[in-house]
């Protein structure tokens, strides 16, 4: 339980801080096991359509974690359910020659937050609600080791001199 608790305060700590941050959003997984079939669905709304948006991915696994990458796809959908944008993207979690751990670790458990290079520079067609989802692309199922799987959209960083 000590455990679970520290892992969450970082885990809050980590994610919480970005403050170009406009939406952010996390679903966990019973058992530390993602199905093919589960698609993760997340709705948000956009109040500024005038304004471009990056998007990152949130994963949460663990050291168990059988490969070093992860395939998802993904959906970008307006209200009525008309894809936006859609795609699959390769996401690295350990090193390929060292087997080191990437992201932000606390024990033998890691958060990552990846840049979805084909949601980059994403411009809303109209202010409303949206939906983003995402769904693994592995052979296993379940895939095993990942503990939660999420989204943030963040306006740009802005340029200092």
């Known amino acids: 339980m000590r455990r679970a608790s520290l892992v969450f305060i970082c885990a809050i700590f980590l994610y919480g801080c970005n403050s170009n941050s406009v939406h952010k959003d996390l679903a966990d997984f019973d058992d530390y096991q ?70 932000d670790g606390l024990g033998d458990l890691f958060d990552h937050r990846i840049a979805a290079a084909q949601y980059k520079k994403v411009k809303f067609p109209y202010k409303g609600k949206y939906s983003f989802e995402i769904q693994q692309n592995m052979r296993p199922d379940p895939l095993v080791g990942i503990l939660s799987i999420g989204f943030e959209i963040n306006l740009p960083e802005k340029a200092t001199n």
Do not use: C
Request: without cysteine; hydrophobic residues 35%; negative net charge.
């Open 34 to 103: 993602w199905a093919v079939d589960d698609t993760q669905n997340f709705d948000f709304e956009i109040d500024d359509n005038t304004k471009e948006y990056h998007v990152n991915y949130l994963l949460r696994n663990a050291i168990q974690y059988p490969f070093y990458n992860i395939y998802l796809k993904s959906a970008l959908k307006d209200s009525a359910g008309n894809v936006l944008m859609s795609g699959m993207e390769e996401l690295i979690l350990f090193d390929q020659k060292s087997g080191k751990p990437m992201g």
